[in-house]
């Protein structure tokens, strides 16, 4: 699956975020082309409720979009 419009295909590292905390770990998979930075393979952290989930075909995928992420390590 290739994201499009500045989004990231990621893999959510820590489902739950810790108690109290809003931002989750995610390894990123893919970048669209027009995003800023190509971060694939890069771990970054984002806001637990701003991913968006898709299925397709029974396999789900993960996407946020660029502006969403807090930071990169």
Do not use: S, W
Not at 18 to 24: I, L, P, R, S
Not at 27 to 46: F, P, Q, S, Y
Not at 55 to 73: D, P, Q, S
Request: one cysteine or more.
């Amino acid at each position: 699956m290739k994201p499009l419009n500045r989004r990231l295909l990621i893999e959510v590292i820590e489902e739950e975020p810790q108690q109290g905390a809003f931002f989750v770990p995610a390894r990123v998979i893919a970048c669209a082309e027009d995003c800023a930075n190509d971060l694939t393979g890069k771990t970054v952290i984002i806001h637990a409720f701003g991913k968006e989930e898709v299925t397709v075909k029974g396999k789900k995928y993960t996407f946020i979009g660029e502006n969403h992420l807090i930071c990169v390590e």
